[in-house]
């Protein structure tokens, strides 16, 4: 499937889901974990229109959709000491940076990050949790559609994660907060042209990573 396929089918179901919702109609919930995503546009140009203002052309997306949990009254999230992460990864290697289905980051462009380089695509995202020190994973394992607890091979959430399948380990830079976030939130700041970092945002942990543009956008 093509990647800008999938980010307009993405788009699409995320932009019903919210109308529905604001209009109130009857039988739409909400899941424990809403979805959510995080969208960046980079290397396009701004152009004046006919009309008098402006447009964004040629913008290359990256994108992140995950799932987010809520604290819900609960505290010290991610533990310490030999028990830190253990509450966020439930019985798994690793943590799946959200809840329900597998994380996942589609670009359409070339990105490095931690000075290494991924290709175009779409990347399952996964975070390596110890204590002041969380280190960002992209792997490509196959992803189940619909959890299938009889399938040991393929991946949902981050169960059955194998990392033989990962293709970047990056560290990440960690620091506290006073305030605390109640959703799991990940976002894009500080974007320029050609550059971004991706945050992580969870109680009063802050967890981010700077990502560029590898060679040319267009």
């Known amino acids: 499937m093509r990647v800008t396929h999938i980010l307009s089918t993405v788009v699409l179901t995320a932009a019903a889901g919210a109308v529905a919702l604001a209009q109130g109609v009857p039988g739409v919930k909400l899941p424990a ?3 959510g995503q995080a969208a960046v546009q980079v290397g396009g140009t ?8 402006q447009r964004y ?6 994108v992140v959709n995950y799932g987010r949990p809520l604290l819900r009254g609960r505290k010290d999230i991610f533990g310490a000491g030999a028990e ?4 966020v990864i439930d019985g798994s290697a690793i943590w799946r940076a959200g809840a329900n289905d597998t994380t996942t980051l ?3 462009v070339p990105l490095i990050l931690g000075g290494k380089t991924i290709e175009p695509g779409v990347y399952n995202v996964f975070v390596d949790l110890k204590p002041g020190a969380w ?3 992209l792997n490509t394992q196959t992803r189940q559609e619909k959890y299938d607890p009889n399938d040991k091979v393929n991946l949902f959430g981050a169960y059955n994660y194998d990392s033989t399948s990962d293709v970047l380990r990056a560290p990440m830079t960690v620091r506290t907060t006073t305030e605390s976030v109640e959703q799991f939130t990940i976002g894009f700041v500080n974007v320029t042209d050609r550059a971004a970092t991706l945050t ?3 109680e009063r942990t802050v967890a981010s990573i700077d990502l560029r543009v590898a ?3 267009r």
Request: proline letters at 3%; charged letters at 20%.
């Open 106 to 108: 589609t670009t359409q």
């Open 46 to 53: 701004w152009e004046k229109t006919a009309e008098g203002g």
């Open 200 to 202: 992580m945002a969870w």
């Open 135 to 137: 280190t960002l994973v």
């Open 215 to 217: 060679g040319g956008t």
């Open 84 to 87: 830190y992460g253990q509450q």
């Open 57 to 62: 052309r040629d913008g290359k997306w990256v």
């Open 33 to 35: 974990s809403p979805a």
